[in-house]
């Protein structure tokens, strides 16, 4: 079942993908340097010693050096990046183009004043008879016995004053004692259920992203993110080591399913994702490595419009479609929601807590995830805190498991519910898919 790529098949065309952006990202980044005068003046002076201070893979090197547009292509670059090389060598776009097609300069402008390329002879659909598919109904049911299994879910508050407590060894004081019990069953289950990726769902609190830009649902197609200094240092704990493979293909089904996804190969992580790990693997030490890798996915709840609950479920369901479609290596994958539970950090209204509501919430979560989907924005806040609004990631972790695909209900392996974990509410479960 892979993923309908028909686009890689149209002739003298390549299509600027998340696999090729992953590809090309650092060519890319080479390629936008040449904003700065000073940096094409440096690659003008000694054109190899400017490429070799890049990471670029030796293919994308001789590319570069030979001034070969289709090759840079063809290694992950994107024309409009590119560019940028072009016009550090004084060449128009039309230049440029002309280069790509064998043709002339003359020549490519002739062809161009005379009305352009004609498509007949260069379609798809005039080699092989190909039409455009029709759009697909997205599957209710289940792959079974997928290579991607989604094992368990898992669902926690990241609250930053427990990853201190971890960090400043005050565990067993009598108050946080109190929190990290809720975590000793998890622990003891994560060790002998340690999955090959989690995929973090996780909301930025101003670190990666700030007010200039605010992307709505960031996927990580990143090989690594380093852990964030946010105003105390950065946590003293390993930096993430991402899937990228996994994450373009994620990214490829999610967004063919309707979803626009902003994709991001270079952030920072902050202790929304951070924490969780933390609580579930335990200490684990900055010259350390976590036991498996992390595809983050980032959701705003910062600012104003959020996503709905509805639209976070529909995403987890987007999610469990492209786990589905994967036809690479068997993978033991989890998927983790984070954030919450009730609580409210600004204004007069400052320690909400609603025990009564999270509690509700987490019944509902368990039995009745897609009636769920109708509480809107204003129950969130009104009920659990101008904060508590981050409860709308864990419908993403609970829209990607076997019930939500006419499969079986999940067990309730373990559940866990305390007051409080500084300013917040602790409200923890970790479900599993049936292993039939």
Not at 41 to 58: G, I
Not at 69 to 85: D, P, R, T, V, W
Not at 183 to 188: I, L, P
Request: glycine share 10%; charged share 20%.
């Amino acid at each position: 079942m892979a993923l309908d790529k028909p686009y890689q098949d149209i002739p003298g065309t390549i299509i600027f993908d998340a696999e090729q952006a992953r590809k090309g990202y650092h060519l890319n980044q080479f390629s936008m340097s040449f904003m700065k005068p000073e940096n094409r003046e440096r690659y003008l002076a000694d054109r190899e010693a400017y490429v070799n201070e890049w990471p670029l893979t030796d293919a994308q090197k001789k590319a570069v050096l030979d001034m070969d547009l289709n090759a840079m292509m063809a290694e992950g670059g994107n024309i409009y990046f590119l560019s940028k090389i072009g016009a550090t060598h004084g060449l128009s776009f039309q230049q440029m183009a002309g280069s790509m097609t064998g043709m002339s300069e003359a020549a490519y402008r002739d062809m161009m004043v005379s009305g352009g390329r004609r498509p007949e002879g260069v379609r798809l659909k005039d080699l092989d008879g190909w039409t455009p598919p029709e759009p697909g109904e997205k599957a209710e049911t289940m792959r079974p016995n997928a290579p991607a299994r989604v094992t368990s879910t898992l669902y926690t508050p990241h609250v930053p004053a427990i990853g201190a407590a971890m960090d400043l060894g005050k565990t067993e004081e009598p108050y946080w004692q109190k929190v990290f019990s809720g975590y000793e069953w998890t622990r003891a289950w994560a060790k002998e259920n340690t999955p090959d990726v989690v995929i973090l769902v996780y909301n930025d609190h101003a670190t990666a992203f700030d007010s200039s830009l605010i992307p709505t649902f960031v996927l990580g197609t990143g090989a690594e993110y380093p852990v964030a200094d946010e105003g105390y240092g950065p946590r003293p704990v390993p930096g993430i080591k991402g899937y990228p493979e996994l994450a373009s293909h994620i990214a490829q089904s999610v967004i063919q399913d309707d979803f626009d996804l902003t994709l991001v190969n270079e952030m920072v992580v902050d202790h929304g994702l951070t924490v969780p790990l933390s609580l579930v693997f335990g200490d684990v030490g900055v010259d350390g490595e976590w036991p498996c890798r992390v595809i983050p996915l980032a959701v705003n709840v910062v600012q104003y419009p959020v996503p709905s609950g509805r639209r976070c479920y529909e995403l987890g369901k987007a999610i469990r479609r492209a786990l589905d479609k994967w036809d690479g290596p068997e993978l033991n994958v989890q998927v983790w929601s984070t954030g919450g539970m009730s609580h409210q950090l600004q204004g007069p209204r400052a320690g909400l807590i609603n025990a009564e509501w999270d509690n509700a919430f987490l019944d509902h979560l368990i039995a009745d995830p897609e009636g769920l989907t109708e509480w809107p924005h204003l129950e969130y806040v009104d009920e659990a805190g101008s904060e508590g609004i981050e409860l709308v990631d864990w419908l993403i972790a609970r829209g990607t498991m076997d019930d939500q695909f006419g499969g079986g209900a999940p067990t309730v392996d373990h559940r866990f519910y305390h007051v409080p974990a500084s300013n917040t509410a602790v409200g923890h479960m970790v479900l599993s898919n049936p292993t039939d």
